[in-house]
């Protein structure tokens, strides 16, 4: 099974400052890795998928990056529905798994 | 445009077996190559995907729920459902369907993402 470590676990920032947030991979995954955005009370959504290809009505804001076993998901400003939790997933093998999660919170 | 809700008895007790459905509508579970899933998550705390089919009846488990676990598809009722027996107080949780994969995912063997998920129920266990 592969192990995806996202960091950090918390992030506190103001809106309109940058946030970047990691996961890596136990094994090289190339670019098999989606972000996900999960707000209280809600299912999460699919951000990004395939590393760095924007999900359908996402903003441009939210950019994607990685190859192998170190990916970055990037937001440029963070606008206020922007707070949230974020999670990594990969599609490499079954069974697909997440990351722990990263909470951007306002700082 | 898909939609897909989940429903089942919002609390179980210890030991008995955890029944949920998931319907979907404004699309056919009998779509090509997507994969029909349950995806949970313990509240305050992170995913776990721990079941998944595709319309023909090929399931796939989490290795580590396997042998309390039964993933089905009803296509007549456009559904699909989950079993998950002998539960405890680890399995509560908020239980998500949904559904991922496509055409390159489904031919080369490989889950895909989870474009589509229902609201979630949340399953609490007590004795």
């Known amino acids: 099974e592969i192990v995806l470590t996202q960091s950090p676990v918390t992030l506190s920032l103001s809106p309109g400052e940058r946030a970047t947030i990691s996961c890596r991979a136990s094994?090289?995954?190339?670019?098999?890795l989606a972000w996900y955005q999960q707000k209280p009370g809600q299912a999460p959504r699919l951000l990004i998928y395939?590393?760095?290809n924007r999900a359908t009505g996402i903003p441009a804001r939210f950019s994607g990056s990685g190859y192998g076993t170190g990916f970055t998901l990037t937001i440029s400003s963070l606008e206020p529905e922007d707070f949230a939790v974020y999670y990594c997933?990969?599609?490499?093998?079954?069974?697909?798994?997440f990351g722990g999660g990263t909470k951007v919170d306002i700082k | 445009q898909l939609q897909l809700q989940e429903s089942g008895p919002g609390r179980v007790k210890t030991s008995e077996t955890l029944s949920l459905t998931c319907t979907v509508s404004?699309?056919?579970?009998?779509?090509?190559?997507?994969?029909w899933g349950w995806i949970r998550q313990p509240p305050g705390k992170g995913l776990e995907w721990i079941a998944s089919?595709?319309?023909?009846?090929?399931?796939y488990y989490s290795p580590s729920l396997k042998s309390r676990l039964s993933i089905s598809v009803d296509t007549s009722r456009n559904r699909f459902s989950l079993r998950l027996n002998s539960v405890t107080a680890a399995d509560i949780a908020f239980y998500y369907c949904?559904?991922?994969?496509?055409?390159?995912?489904?031919?080369?063997?490989?889950?895909?993402?989870?474009?589509?998920w229902g609201q979630g129920i949340l399953v609490t266990v007590s004795s």
């Open positions: 404004g699309g056919s579970i009998s779509s090509t190559n997507y994969y």
């Open positions: 997933q990969h599609r490499s093998n079954w069974p697909p798994t």
């Open positions: 089919i595709y319309h023909s009846g090929s399931p």
């Open positions: 949904a559904r991922h994969g496509g055409d390159y995912d489904f031919r080369g063997g490989l889950p895909g993402y989870f474009q589509q």
């Open positions: 395939d590393a760095s």
């Open positions: 094994q090289s995954i190339r670019i098999d």
